[in-house]
């Protein structure tokens, strides 16, 4: 008696399977719209905003001009006296050059702000 309980049971349990085996399951539509949320989420999320982000650096490493006063990424504030393709001479203090890439500048000043520093 508890065997055929048991059988019965698994018979049971197998059913919802076995049904789903057969075709008669859910439809992957639901699936298909759910992974295309998550893309447009991703790319108006993150993709999309960092990209901007590296197209106005680009910009303003273009626009780098002899004169311009900057801040590099690590905080060091000057003015360029040279400019090269990678690189540019910003003069940190009176009589310090230095020699720094142009991708680590982080912004450009407003002219006169060295001085108020």
Do not use: C
């Not at 075709?23 to 992957?28: K, M, T």
């Not at 990209?51 to 801040?71: I, Y």
Request: charged share 20%.
């Amino acid at each position: 008696m508890k065997a055929l309980s048991l059988m019965l049971l698994s018979l049971g349990l197998m059913m919802p399977a076995s049904a789903l085996a057969a075709g008669g399951g859910p439809s992957p539509i639901p699936s298909f719209i759910m992974l295309g949320l998550f893309v447009l989420i991703f790319y108006f999320m993150l993709w999309r905003p960092q990209a901007k982000k590296q197209k106005e650096h680009r910009a303003l490493m273009e626009s780098l001009n002899k004169g311009d006063e900057v801040v590099t990424v690590g905080g060091v504030a000057g003015k360029i006296s040279k400019v090269t393709d990678d690189f540019i001479v910003m003069e940190a203090a009176e009589g310090v050059e230095l020699k720094v890439q142009k991708s680590s500048v982080a912004a450009t000043l407003v002219k006169g702000t060295l001085k108020q520093l």
